[in-house]
């Protein structure tokens, strides 16, 4: 059988498919690319030809234009897509609206390249689908031991029992503005909050774009459109970015809140000054990247980037073989 590391190799402009002569995610601008999701990091203008989910692409145009790359091409999952000999497909990653892992079969391999992923019920995207393989290329953004996410749910019940407690103030939610702040506001509506959600205007877009993909948000407004004392009792949605900035402090004495699986670490949660930490990740945390590949238990784990050293430890402890790529040009969540 084939080597895979002749089907798949880490390249500079990032993981490259030789049979198939595109790469995956790519980090700088290639002639023929698989975009895994619509994530700034993975998702960059300026491609030839670029093959992904229809989400994605309409994330990528509604980001950078329609002129983001030279050509598109429109995956549906499960959809297969044949060139010299490699067959591509895409499977949902359960990571935002849109997200694919990628599933490359060459002369008998198969290897899957997860992009970045969770496990966990999410209402805002189709759910992670397992397909067996010969190599599992995962993401390790939460790979250590002490990166266990709460369930959402108990996280939301904080931020609406902090509501109760405090009326007179306005709940401020920081949560980055693709798939995280669509993935708080379908939690809220769950959890039986009914109430118009004002949101931060650099948030509209991708809230527009979940809904014409048929992701229900309910009722929403610009945050801008109301003077902030009539805002006691809200909870406002925001980019992290606009915490700390002029804009909030409108809000009669915010509570500030913070989505992201790493308000887990104290120490960050201090450091943005937030009140309360609302730890809802849209990454795999350790057990379910550990129990990904157990039930997947694929020949070999290729890591590409995130805390790999402590998965590949892992890997080898469970007698498989696994490899850090160390892929650069990935950050740890998207801002
Ligand atoms: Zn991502
Ligand atoms: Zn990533």
């Not at 591509?88 to 609206?97: K, T």
Request: charged letters at 20%; hydrophobic letters at 45%.
């Amino acid at each position: 059988m084939i080597r895979p590391q002749s089907v798949l190799t880490p390249r500079p402009a990032g993981l490259y498919c030789e049979p198939g002569d595109f790469y995956i995610d790519p980090v700088r601008p290639v002639d023929r690319a698989v975009i895994t999701h619509g994530h700034a990091d993975h998702a960059r203008p300026g491609h030839g030809a670029v093959a992904a989910t229809a989400p994605t692409l309409a994330i990528m145009e509604a980001r950078y234009g329609a002129d983001f790359a030279g050509s598109v091409q429109h995956l549906a999952y499960g959809e297969t897509w044949s060139r010299d000999g490699a067959e591509v497909s895409l499977a949902p990653a359960g990571h935002v609206l849109g997200s694919a892992q990628v599933v490359v079969r060459y002369r008998g391999l198969t290897l899957v390249v997860s992009g970045d992923y969770k496990r966990r019920a999410d209402p805002t995207c189709a759910a992670f689908e397992p397909v067996p393989c010969h190599v599992f290329v995962t993401e390790a953004t939460f790979g250590l031991p002490v990166f266990r996410h709460p369930p959402a749910e108990e996280e939301v019940a904080k931020l609406l029992s902090c509501v109760a407690q405090f009326p007179e103030r306005t709940c401020l939610v920081g949560a980055y503005a693709l798939g995280k702040a669509q993935r708080v506001i379908a939690l809220l509506r769950a959890a039986g909050w009914d109430q118009p959600i004002p949101v931060h205007g650099a948030l509209t877009r991708l809230n527009e774009l979940y809904e014409a993909f048929g992701v229900a948000l309910g009722p929403l407004f610009p945050a801008a459109a109301s003077l902030g004392k009539d805002l006691a009792g809200a909870i406002v949605l925001a980019p992290p970015s606009a915490l700390a900035t002029p804009w909030a402090r409108r809000f009669p004495e915010p509570v500030t809140a913070f989505a992201s699986g790493w308000m887990r670490v104290r120490a960050r949660a201090r450091q943005r000054a937030v009140e309360l930490p609302l730890i809802i990740s849209d990454h795999a945390d350790w057990d379910e990247l550990t129990s990904t590949i157990a039930e997947l238990a694929p020949g070999e784990v290729w890591i590409t980037h995130g805390r790999e050293e402590a998965l590949a430890r892992w890997c080898a402890l469970e007698g498989i073989p696994a490899r850090p790529l160390a892929l650069v040009g990935y950050d740890e969540e998207e801002d």
